[in-house]
């Protein structure tokens, strides 16, 4: 099994930063990409961002310029670095891993919430 625990969210004012982190342990074989998706009430699920197993990345177009997506191996986490937040921005905040036995592991969540 695979666990995913994320941390990092909380309130910041619109224009601040956050980093979430998503820390992986278990029994992790082969990776084929870790992703960040998000969700506020009432909206739809939205990809955020997305990296590969080869490091390779892509962003959803509303955070592209904002948000970076990076990865430490050693310590078997990735991380979504958030600049320039808006009140858009706000959502719930979760990581999901994907092997390539096609198999789905989601982290628990955090809250992001951008607010004067």
């Known amino acids: 099994q695979v666990q995913l625990v994320e941390s990092g969210g909380g309130l910041v004012q619109p224009g601040g930063s956050l980093r979430l982190s998503c820390a992986a342990s278990g029994s992790i074989f082969s990776v084929n990409a870790i992703n960040w998706y998000r969700q506020a009430p009432g909206k739809e699920r939205e990809l955020v961002a997305a990296?590969?197993?080869?490091?390779?990345?892509n962003y959803g177009d509303s955070v592209k310029g904002r948000f970076t997506i990076s990865r430490d191996n050693a310590k078997n986490t990735v991380y979504l670095q958030m600049n320039s937040l808006k009140p858009e921005d706000t959502a719930f905040y979760y990581c999901?891993?994907?092997?390539?036995?096609?198999?789905?592991?989601w982290g628990q969540g955090t809250q992001v919430t951008v607010s004067s």
């Open positions: 999901n891993l994907v092997t390539p036995a096609m198999d789905d592991y």
């Open positions: 990296i590969t197993s080869g490091g390779s990345t």
